[in-house]
């Protein structure tokens, strides 16, 4: 039973243009969600994260959306630069104390820049 | 951010062997967790330690298999024992820790791991 899914295995942009990732999830009880970029060889680096209480949540190039009542999220990066070309997860959490919680992940979207 | 010293990075093993990978942190945790990504899927959790008990496995995982030690608040083991070609997956270990504005889950490089 997937309770993270990300329904597209990969994606191309164009440099320059906006990247929107996607991510469904099943379980009501999440309450905290993140996103991670992952490069071969490497371990995941977290790029940025949101609370059920939010629908927003903006660093820099990249802005997480919340839809509860869809229980969908997206990743949009903006401007795409050649670097940001890597595997996103997103990853999702429930419970009070996430220090001590689980990730539950989604399989992962392929993102290529396209220069 | 968290610091985590995962080795070894990568090892090719034979069949039936056992391979113990160790994991780092350059600070006292409470609790580790250790994840398996199989080719082309997902991060899935193993188990989770916690210094002083025995590890808490999730469905699918059991401690025969992938016995875990937690000796103190700053390191961790994970062993793949009597290993089989469906054991290749690359195994990460991973911290949660408050960061700069978020809490945050800290990865290790992983462990490619290919059985022959």
């Known amino acids: 039973d997937q309770q993270v899914k990300q329904n597209s295995p990969s994606l191309s942009v164009q440099e320059g243009r906006i990247s929107i990732l996607n991510c469904d999830y099943t379980n009501s009880m999440f309450d905290y969600f993140l996103w991670y970029k992952k490069y071969p060889a490497e371990g995941p680096t977290f790029l940025i994260s949101i609370s059920s209480i939010k629908d927003k949540n903006e660093d820099g190039r990249f802005t997480v959306f919340l839809n509860k009542s869809a229980k969908h999220l997206s990743l949009h990066i903006v401007p795409s630069q050649p670097g940001d070309s890597a595997v996103y997860f997103c990853a999702a959490s429930g419970g009070s104390n996430f220090g001590n919680e689980k990730l539950t992940f989604g399989t992962g979207t392929r993102l290529t820049i396209i220069p | 951010s968290a610091v985590i010293s995962q080795k070894p990075s990568r090892d090719i093993c034979q069949r039936g062997t056992s391979l113990t990978i160790q994991c780092q942190v350059d600070s006292q945790v409470t609790m580790m967790f250790w994840y398996r990504q199989q080719p082309g899927q997902s991060l899935t959790l193993i188990a989770t330690a916690n210094q002083g008990s025995e590890a808490t496995y999730e469905s699918g995982f059991v401690i025969d298999k992938f016995p875990i030690s937690r000796p103190n608040l700053t390191f961790s083991t994970l062993t793949v024992s009597n290993m089989s070609p469906e054991d290749s997956s690359i195994y990460l270990c991973?911290?949660?820790?408050?960061?700069?504005?978020?809490?945050?889950?800290?990865f290790g490089q992983g462990t490619r791991l290919t059985v022959v």
């Open positions: 991973s911290v949660h820790r408050q960061g700069a504005l978020n809490t945050e889950a800290f």
